[in-house]
Protein backbone atom coordinates (compact mmCIF):
# COMPACT_ATOMS: atom_id res chain seq x y z
CA UNK A 1 0.00 0.00 0.00
CA UNK A 2 0.80 3.60 -0.75
CA UNK A 3 3.12 5.13 2.17
CA UNK A 4 2.24 9.16 2.53
CA UNK A 5 5.54 10.85 2.63
CA UNK A 6 5.46 14.58 3.29
CA UNK A 7 8.99 15.08 2.58
CA UNK A 8 8.53 13.47 -0.99
CA UNK A 9 5.49 15.71 -1.64
CA UNK A 10 7.27 18.57 -0.04
CA UNK A 11 10.25 18.25 -2.37
CA UNK A 12 7.54 18.18 -5.41
CA UNK A 13 5.69 21.05 -5.14
CA UNK A 14 8.66 23.11 -4.30
CA UNK A 15 10.36 22.20 -7.29
CA UNK A 16 7.39 22.38 -9.39
CA UNK A 17 6.68 26.21 -7.78
CA UNK A 18 10.22 26.94 -8.46
CA UNK A 19 10.27 25.81 -11.92
CA UNK A 20 7.17 27.81 -13.23
CA UNK A 21 8.21 30.73 -10.91
CA UNK A 22 12.12 30.56 -12.43
CA UNK A 23 10.19 31.32 -16.39
CA UNK A 24 8.92 34.56 -14.69
CA UNK A 25 11.40 35.43 -12.79
CA UNK A 26 14.27 34.96 -15.62
CA UNK A 27 12.70 37.52 -18.13
CA UNK A 28 11.48 39.59 -15.18
CA UNK A 29 15.36 40.48 -13.98
CA UNK A 30 16.44 40.48 -18.11
CA UNK A 31 13.92 42.26 -19.63
CA UNK A 32 14.38 45.90 -18.13
CA UNK A 33 17.49 45.50 -19.75
CA UNK A 34 16.71 45.07 -22.79
CA UNK A 35 13.88 47.92 -22.77
CA UNK A 36 16.65 49.98 -21.63
CA UNK A 37 18.82 49.01 -24.37
CA UNK A 38 16.29 49.57 -27.14
CA UNK A 39 14.99 52.70 -26.01
CA UNK A 40 18.84 53.80 -25.64
CA UNK A 41 19.53 53.10 -29.03
CA UNK A 42 15.97 54.65 -30.23
CA UNK A 43 16.93 58.00 -28.58
CA UNK A 44 20.72 58.03 -30.03
CA UNK A 45 19.78 56.84 -33.70
CA UNK A 46 16.43 59.12 -33.29
CA UNK A 47 15.48 55.53 -34.55
CA UNK A 48 11.43 55.36 -33.81
CA UNK A 49 11.32 51.22 -34.52
CA UNK A 50 14.00 50.99 -31.62
CA UNK A 51 11.46 53.27 -29.09
CA UNK A 52 8.76 51.36 -30.76
CA UNK A 53 10.57 47.90 -28.99
CA UNK A 54 10.96 49.16 -26.06
CA UNK A 55 7.70 49.72 -25.61
CA UNK A 56 5.92 46.75 -26.70
CA UNK A 57 8.52 44.73 -24.57
CA UNK A 58 7.46 46.79 -21.42
CA UNK A 59 3.34 46.09 -22.57
CA UNK A 60 4.71 42.35 -22.16
CA UNK A 61 6.82 42.93 -19.35
CA UNK A 62 4.06 43.96 -17.31
CA UNK A 63 2.37 40.51 -17.22
CA UNK A 64 5.60 38.95 -16.89
CA UNK A 65 5.66 40.97 -13.14
CA UNK A 66 2.16 40.06 -12.45
CA UNK A 67 2.83 36.29 -12.64
CA UNK A 68 6.15 36.28 -11.07
CA UNK A 69 4.83 38.17 -8.34
CA UNK A 70 1.98 35.58 -7.58
CA UNK A 71 4.36 32.79 -7.92
CA UNK A 72 7.35 34.71 -5.81
CA UNK A 73 4.18 34.86 -3.05
CA UNK A 74 3.58 31.24 -3.30
CA UNK A 75 7.64 30.76 -2.43
CA UNK A 76 7.57 32.48 0.30
CA UNK A 77 4.39 30.89 1.55
CA UNK A 78 6.11 27.69 1.07
CA UNK A 79 9.16 27.74 2.97
CA UNK A 80 7.08 28.23 5.94
CA UNK A 81 4.42 26.13 5.22
CA UNK A 82 6.50 23.30 3.77
CA UNK A 83 9.97 23.49 5.60
CA UNK A 84 9.29 24.96 9.10
CA UNK A 85 12.38 23.45 10.31
CA UNK A 86 14.56 25.23 8.21
CA UNK A 87 13.06 28.70 8.19
CA UNK A 88 13.46 28.10 12.00
CA UNK A 89 17.22 27.07 12.04
CA UNK A 90 17.71 29.96 9.65
CA UNK A 91 15.43 32.58 9.18
CA UNK A 92 17.33 35.05 11.23
CA UNK A 93 20.67 34.02 9.02
CA UNK A 94 18.70 34.90 5.61
CA UNK A 95 16.62 37.47 7.07
CA UNK A 96 18.25 40.54 5.33
CA UNK A 97 18.45 39.17 1.72
CA UNK A 98 14.83 38.36 1.82
CA UNK A 99 13.66 41.44 3.24
CA UNK A 100 16.02 43.25 0.58
CA UNK A 101 14.38 41.39 -1.80
CA UNK A 102 11.17 42.20 -1.51
CA UNK A 103 12.56 45.97 -0.96
CA UNK A 104 14.26 45.61 -4.18
CA UNK A 105 10.78 44.90 -5.79
CA UNK A 106 9.16 47.56 -4.76
CA UNK A 107 11.45 49.53 -5.69
CA UNK A 108 11.17 48.42 -9.22
CA UNK A 109 7.07 48.44 -9.01
CA UNK A 110 7.00 52.02 -8.07
CA UNK A 111 9.72 53.32 -10.91
CA UNK A 112 7.90 50.78 -13.26
CA UNK A 113 4.47 52.53 -12.53
CA UNK A 114 6.14 56.10 -13.36
CA UNK A 115 7.60 54.34 -16.54
CA UNK A 116 4.59 53.50 -18.42
CA UNK A 117 2.62 56.19 -16.95
CA UNK A 118 5.20 58.99 -18.31
CA UNK A 119 5.35 57.77 -22.14
CA UNK A 120 5.37 60.94 -24.00
CA UNK A 121 4.51 62.71 -21.43
CA UNK A 122 8.43 64.38 -21.19
CA UNK A 123 9.79 66.75 -24.16
CA UNK A 124 12.58 65.02 -23.64
CA UNK A 125 13.03 61.60 -24.27
CA UNK A 126 15.88 61.01 -21.99
CA UNK A 127 14.21 62.12 -18.99
CA UNK A 128 11.69 59.02 -19.64
CA UNK A 129 14.85 57.19 -20.16
CA UNK A 130 15.99 57.25 -16.96
CA UNK A 131 13.30 56.02 -15.10
CA UNK A 132 13.71 52.52 -16.92
CA UNK A 133 17.24 52.49 -14.94
CA UNK A 134 15.90 52.44 -11.73
CA UNK A 135 13.52 49.30 -12.73
CA UNK A 136 16.71 47.68 -14.51
CA UNK A 137 18.54 48.10 -10.90
CA UNK A 138 15.70 46.84 -8.88
CA UNK A 139 14.94 43.52 -11.47
CA UNK A 140 18.92 42.97 -11.03
CA UNK A 141 18.86 43.67 -7.22
CA UNK A 142 15.94 41.03 -6.65
CA UNK A 143 17.98 38.59 -8.65
CA UNK A 144 20.91 39.38 -6.08
CA UNK A 145 19.57 39.07 -2.93
CA UNK A 146 17.55 35.87 -3.28
CA UNK A 147 19.87 33.95 -4.88
CA UNK A 148 22.59 35.20 -1.89
CA UNK A 149 20.24 32.87 0.05
CA UNK A 150 20.43 30.89 -2.39
CA UNK A 151 24.32 30.61 -2.26
CA UNK A 152 23.95 30.67 1.86
CA UNK A 153 21.96 27.20 1.55
CA UNK A 154 24.86 25.81 -0.59
CA UNK A 155 28.15 27.18 1.33
CA UNK A 156 26.88 28.23 4.84
CA UNK A 157 28.64 31.19 6.54
CA UNK A 158 28.32 33.68 9.46
CA UNK A 159 27.03 31.79 12.20
CA UNK A 160 28.11 29.55 14.91
CA UNK A 161 26.52 26.09 15.30
CA UNK A 162 26.44 24.85 18.60
CA UNK A 163 24.53 21.59 19.36
CA UNK A 164 22.39 22.06 16.21
CA UNK A 165 21.35 25.38 16.68
CA UNK A 166 22.71 28.49 14.47
CA UNK A 167 24.11 31.05 17.00
CA UNK A 168 26.26 34.17 16.70
CA UNK A 169 24.92 35.31 13.45
CA UNK A 170 26.08 37.83 11.19
CA UNK A 171 24.03 38.61 8.46
CA UNK A 172 26.05 40.39 6.06
CA UNK A 173 28.41 37.56 6.61
CA UNK A 174 25.78 35.04 5.68
CA UNK A 175 24.53 37.28 2.77
CA UNK A 176 28.24 38.09 0.74
CA UNK A 177 28.80 34.08 1.92
CA UNK A 178 31.82 31.98 -0.35
CA UNK A 179 29.49 31.50 -3.51
CA UNK A 180 27.91 34.59 -3.72
CA UNK A 181 30.40 36.12 -6.21
CA UNK A 182 29.88 33.12 -8.44
CA UNK A 183 26.71 31.87 -8.19
CA UNK A 184 24.87 35.62 -8.04
CA UNK A 185 27.27 36.55 -11.15
CA UNK A 186 25.86 33.80 -12.99
CA UNK A 187 22.42 34.03 -12.39
CA UNK A 188 21.96 37.84 -13.44
CA UNK A 189 23.85 37.21 -16.84
CA UNK A 190 22.20 34.04 -17.51
CA UNK A 191 18.33 35.86 -17.25
CA UNK A 192 20.13 38.31 -19.58
CA UNK A 193 21.21 35.91 -21.79
CA UNK A 194 17.87 33.52 -21.98
CA UNK A 195 15.67 36.89 -22.21
CA UNK A 196 17.80 37.96 -25.25
CA UNK A 197 17.11 34.51 -27.20
CA UNK A 198 13.37 34.70 -25.95
CA UNK A 199 13.04 38.18 -27.71
CA UNK A 200 15.57 36.75 -30.75
CA UNK A 201 13.73 33.70 -31.40
CA UNK A 202 10.10 36.19 -31.46
CA UNK A 203 11.55 38.02 -33.99
CA UNK A 204 12.90 34.88 -36.05
CA UNK A 205 9.13 33.85 -35.75
CA UNK A 206 8.23 36.43 -37.75
CA UNK A 207 10.82 36.77 -39.89
CA UNK A 208 10.10 33.17 -41.25
CA UNK A 209 6.21 33.62 -41.12
CA UNK A 210 6.92 36.31 -44.01
CA UNK A 211 7.04 39.40 -42.21
CA UNK A 212 9.99 41.12 -43.73
CA UNK A 213 9.33 44.21 -42.06
CA UNK A 214 12.47 46.37 -40.48
CA UNK A 215 11.57 46.59 -36.87
CA UNK A 216 11.80 42.68 -36.82
CA UNK A 217 15.14 42.87 -38.76
CA UNK A 218 16.50 45.53 -36.18
CA UNK A 219 14.79 43.49 -32.86
CA UNK A 220 16.90 39.95 -34.30
CA UNK A 221 20.01 42.41 -35.11
CA UNK A 222 20.02 44.14 -31.12
CA UNK A 223 19.00 40.74 -29.10
CA UNK A 224 21.62 38.74 -30.91
CA UNK A 225 24.27 40.84 -30.37
CA UNK A 226 23.47 41.46 -26.63
CA UNK A 227 23.12 37.72 -26.53
CA UNK A 228 26.79 36.92 -27.81
CA UNK A 229 27.95 39.11 -25.11
CA UNK A 230 26.06 37.57 -22.58
CA UNK A 231 26.78 34.47 -23.88
CA UNK A 232 30.51 35.18 -23.74
CA UNK A 233 30.32 36.49 -20.10
CA UNK A 234 28.04 33.29 -19.28
CA UNK A 235 31.14 30.70 -20.54
CA UNK A 236 33.45 32.45 -18.69
CA UNK A 237 31.61 32.77 -15.31
CA UNK A 238 30.47 29.01 -15.93
CA UNK A 239 34.67 28.21 -15.61
CA UNK A 240 34.91 30.36 -11.97
CA UNK A 241 32.15 28.22 -11.54
CA UNK A 242 33.79 25.06 -11.52
CA UNK A 243 36.77 26.48 -9.70
CA UNK A 244 34.22 27.06 -6.75
CA UNK A 245 32.60 23.65 -6.67
CA UNK A 246 36.10 22.13 -6.65
CA UNK A 247 37.05 24.19 -4.27
CA UNK A 248 33.81 24.37 -1.89
CA UNK A 249 31.60 21.50 -3.12
CA UNK A 250 33.74 18.80 -4.54
CA UNK A 251 30.96 16.17 -4.12
CA UNK A 252 28.86 18.08 -6.49
CA UNK A 253 31.50 18.10 -9.53
CA UNK A 254 32.47 15.07 -8.95
CA UNK A 255 28.51 13.91 -9.14
CA UNK A 256 28.44 16.51 -11.80
CA UNK A 257 31.20 14.34 -14.29
CA UNK A 258 30.72 10.84 -12.78
CA UNK A 259 34.28 11.29 -11.26
CA UNK A 260 35.16 8.30 -8.78
CA UNK A 261 38.87 8.32 -8.10
CA UNK A 262 41.12 11.14 -6.63
CA UNK A 263 43.25 11.72 -9.89
CA UNK A 264 44.81 14.35 -11.26
CA UNK A 265 44.62 14.80 -15.08
CA UNK A 266 41.20 14.14 -15.12
CA UNK A 267 38.89 14.03 -18.13
CA UNK A 268 35.97 15.60 -18.71
CA UNK A 269 32.77 13.06 -19.44
CA UNK A 270 30.45 14.26 -21.55
CA UNK A 271 26.79 12.14 -21.63
CA UNK A 272 27.54 8.12 -21.74
CA UNK A 273 25.94 5.72 -19.62
CA UNK A 274 26.33 4.74 -15.72
CA UNK A 275 26.41 1.05 -15.03
CA UNK A 276 25.69 -0.30 -11.60
CA UNK A 277 29.35 -1.12 -10.90
CA UNK A 278 29.98 2.40 -11.24
CA UNK A 279 31.45 1.85 -14.88
CA UNK A 280 31.16 4.36 -17.69
CA UNK A 281 29.89 3.85 -20.84
CA UNK A 282 29.31 5.45 -24.48
CA UNK A 283 30.73 8.64 -23.09
CA UNK A 284 32.72 11.05 -25.18
CA UNK A 285 35.77 12.01 -22.83
CA UNK A 286 37.70 15.23 -23.27
CA UNK A 287 40.94 14.50 -21.49
CA UNK A 288 42.33 17.07 -19.14
CA UNK A 289 39.29 19.05 -19.30
CA UNK A 290 37.72 18.19 -15.70
CA UNK A 291 41.29 19.16 -14.03
CA UNK A 292 41.48 22.49 -15.75
CA UNK A 293 37.94 23.18 -14.97
CA UNK A 294 38.68 22.61 -11.46
CA UNK A 295 41.79 24.42 -11.07
CA UNK A 296 42.95 25.76 -14.22
CA UNK A 297 46.19 24.00 -14.90
CA UNK A 298 46.21 19.90 -16.35
CA UNK A 299 47.67 18.51 -13.22
CA UNK A 300 44.93 19.24 -11.15
CA UNK A 301 43.64 16.84 -8.52
CA UNK A 302 40.21 16.19 -8.71
CA UNK A 303 38.46 14.67 -5.66
CA UNK A 304 36.51 11.47 -6.59
CA UNK A 305 32.65 10.31 -5.00
CA UNK A 306 34.72 7.70 -3.35
CA UNK A 307 36.00 9.85 -0.85
CA UNK A 308 32.70 11.22 0.74
CA UNK A 309 30.14 8.84 2.33
CA UNK A 310 27.58 7.10 0.38
CA UNK A 311 24.60 8.96 1.96
CA UNK A 312 26.20 12.41 1.69
CA UNK A 313 26.08 12.24 -2.11
CA UNK A 314 23.78 13.20 -4.76
CA UNK A 315 21.68 11.18 -6.87
CA UNK A 316 24.31 10.72 -9.83
CA UNK A 317 21.92 11.98 -12.21
CA UNK A 318 22.55 15.44 -12.11
CA UNK A 319 25.42 14.43 -14.19
CA UNK A 320 22.83 14.79 -17.44
CA UNK A 321 21.55 17.95 -15.46
CA UNK A 322 25.14 19.53 -15.99
CA UNK A 323 25.81 18.27 -19.68
CA UNK A 324 22.57 19.58 -20.56
CA UNK A 325 23.18 23.11 -18.84
CA UNK A 326 26.83 22.84 -20.54
CA UNK A 327 25.34 22.11 -24.25
CA UNK A 328 22.62 24.67 -24.41
CA UNK A 329 25.26 27.29 -23.19
CA UNK A 330 27.36 26.49 -25.77
CA UNK A 331 24.94 26.11 -28.44
CA UNK A 332 23.69 29.17 -27.98
CA UNK A 333 27.07 31.00 -27.85
CA UNK A 334 27.65 29.27 -30.99
CA UNK A 335 24.78 30.64 -32.53
CA UNK A 336 24.76 34.33 -31.26
CA UNK A 337 28.70 34.73 -32.27
CA UNK A 338 27.98 33.59 -35.88
CA UNK A 339 24.98 35.72 -36.49
CA UNK A 340 27.70 38.56 -35.08
CA UNK A 341 30.46 37.47 -37.23
CA UNK A 342 28.07 37.32 -40.22
CA UNK A 343 26.74 40.76 -39.78
CA UNK A 344 30.17 41.94 -38.94
CA UNK A 345 31.01 40.51 -42.45
CA UNK A 346 28.15 42.59 -43.64
CA UNK A 347 29.02 46.03 -41.87
CA UNK A 348 29.16 48.07 -44.57
CA UNK A 349 26.58 47.30 -46.37
CA UNK A 350 23.40 48.12 -44.52
CA UNK A 351 20.89 46.44 -46.80
CA UNK A 352 22.39 43.05 -46.54
CA UNK A 353 23.34 43.80 -42.95
CA UNK A 354 19.48 43.61 -42.29
CA UNK A 355 18.01 40.89 -44.96
CA UNK A 356 20.44 38.52 -44.75
CA UNK A 357 19.38 36.53 -42.72
CA UNK A 358 19.33 32.65 -43.69
CA UNK A 359 16.42 30.39 -42.80
CA UNK A 360 19.08 28.49 -41.23
CA UNK A 361 20.03 30.91 -39.09
CA UNK A 362 16.31 31.92 -38.55
CA UNK A 363 15.56 28.17 -37.24
CA UNK A 364 18.84 28.23 -35.18
CA UNK A 365 17.94 31.42 -33.53
CA UNK A 366 13.93 30.48 -33.00
CA UNK A 367 14.76 27.54 -31.07
CA UNK A 368 17.44 28.81 -29.21
CA UNK A 369 14.31 30.50 -27.61
CA UNK A 370 13.04 27.97 -25.34
CA UNK A 371 16.17 25.61 -25.88
CA UNK A 372 17.88 28.38 -23.33
CA UNK A 373 14.74 28.67 -20.69
CA UNK A 374 15.70 24.69 -20.63
CA UNK A 375 19.57 25.50 -19.80
CA UNK A 376 18.00 27.70 -17.34
CA UNK A 377 15.70 25.10 -15.67
CA UNK A 378 18.59 22.76 -16.30
CA UNK A 379 21.15 24.88 -14.67
CA UNK A 380 18.26 25.15 -11.35
CA UNK A 381 17.52 21.80 -11.05
CA UNK A 382 21.59 20.92 -11.12
CA UNK A 383 22.13 23.43 -8.50
CA UNK A 384 19.42 21.96 -6.08
CA UNK A 385 19.72 18.86 -6.48
CA UNK A 386 23.33 18.46 -6.78
CA UNK A 387 23.23 19.42 -2.75
CA UNK A 388 21.42 16.99 -2.22
CA UNK A 389 20.60 15.35 0.59
CA UNK A 390 21.13 18.29 2.66
CA UNK A 391 18.67 21.39 2.48
CA UNK A 392 22.13 23.56 4.29
CA UNK A 393 24.97 21.71 3.15
CA UNK A 394 26.39 20.06 5.83
CA UNK A 395 24.45 21.67 8.72
CA UNK A 396 20.48 20.31 7.73
CA UNK A 397 19.45 18.08 5.85
CA UNK A 398 16.29 18.19 3.83
CA UNK A 399 14.62 15.19 5.89
CA UNK A 400 14.83 17.11 8.45
CA UNK A 401 13.71 20.69 7.35
CA UNK A 402 10.48 19.55 6.02
CA UNK A 403 6.76 19.56 7.60
CA UNK A 404 5.88 16.29 8.82
CA UNK A 405 2.02 18.03 8.02
CA UNK A 406 -0.48 15.03 6.36
CA UNK A 407 -2.11 17.44 3.91
CA UNK A 408 0.93 18.42 1.46
CA UNK A 409 -0.76 16.35 -0.99
CA UNK A 410 -3.55 18.69 -1.25
CA UNK A 411 -1.62 21.53 -1.59
CA UNK A 412 0.11 20.17 -4.31
CA UNK A 413 -3.12 19.39 -6.45
CA UNK A 414 -4.09 23.17 -5.47
CA UNK A 415 -1.34 24.92 -6.64
CA UNK A 416 -0.67 22.83 -9.82
CA UNK A 417 -4.17 24.14 -10.77
CA UNK A 418 -3.01 27.57 -9.66
CA UNK A 419 0.11 27.42 -11.77
CA UNK A 420 -2.07 25.99 -14.93
CA UNK A 421 -4.42 28.94 -14.50
CA UNK A 422 -2.14 31.28 -14.05
CA UNK A 423 0.30 29.89 -17.33
CA UNK A 424 -2.67 29.64 -20.01
CA UNK A 425 -4.06 32.55 -18.81
CA UNK A 426 -0.16 34.66 -19.50
CA UNK A 427 0.17 32.92 -22.31
CA UNK A 428 -3.67 34.15 -23.81
CA UNK A 429 -3.26 37.69 -22.45
CA UNK A 430 0.05 37.34 -24.20
CA UNK A 431 -0.60 36.52 -27.55
CA UNK A 432 -3.78 38.69 -28.29
CA UNK A 433 -2.10 42.01 -26.54
CA UNK A 434 0.63 41.34 -29.31
CA UNK A 435 -1.37 39.38 -32.36
CA UNK A 436 -4.63 41.81 -32.41
CA UNK A 437 -2.33 44.83 -32.32
CA UNK A 438 0.50 44.02 -34.71
CA UNK A 439 3.60 46.55 -34.68
CA UNK A 440 2.80 47.24 -38.34
CA UNK A 441 -0.46 48.76 -37.15
CA UNK A 442 0.88 50.35 -34.59
CA UNK A 443 3.77 52.09 -36.37
CA UNK A 444 0.84 53.64 -38.63
CA UNK A 445 -0.94 54.88 -35.68
CA UNK A 446 1.95 56.49 -34.42
CA UNK A 447 2.48 58.17 -37.98
CA UNK A 448 5.97 56.54 -38.30
CA UNK A 449 5.18 55.21 -41.22
CA UNK A 450 2.02 55.67 -43.64
CA UNK A 451 -0.25 53.17 -44.42
CA UNK A 452 0.92 51.13 -47.79
CA UNK A 453 4.31 52.63 -47.71
Same mark, same amino acid.
Given at each position: ?10 ? =? ?9 ? +? ?12 ? =? ?21 ? @? ?13 ? +? ?54 ? #? ?25 ? @?????? @? ?11 ? &? ?22 ? *? ?9 ? &?? =? ?20 ? *? =? ?56 ? @? ?74 ? +? *? ?38 ? %? ?8 ? #? ?19 ? %? ?10
Amino acid at each position: MFEYDPVLYSR =ILTAITLSFHI +IFATVGVGAPLMIA =IAEWMGIKRNDPHYTLLARRWAR @GFVVVVAVGVVTGTA +IGLQLSLLWPNFMQAAGHTIGLPLFMEVFAFFFEAIFLGIYLYTWDRFKSKMKHFL #LVIPVVIGATASAFFITTVNGFMNTPY @GFDLVD @GVLTNVSPLQAMF &NPATPTKVSHVIITCYLTTAFILA *AIAAFKLMRGS &NH =IYHKKALHMTMVTGAVFAIATA *A =IGDLSGKFLHEYQPEKLAAAEWHFETTSEAPLVLGGVLTEDNEVNYALEIPYALSILA @GGTTGEEVIGLNEFPEEELPPLFVHYLFDIMVFIGMYLLLVSVAFVLMNWHNRFNPIKRFNGFSNKMLWAIAAGGP +I *AMLGTQSGWFFAEIGRQPWIINGVMTVSEAATSSQHVDIM %LVLFSILYAI #LGVTSFIVLRRMFKHYPVEHE %LVERGIEREGA
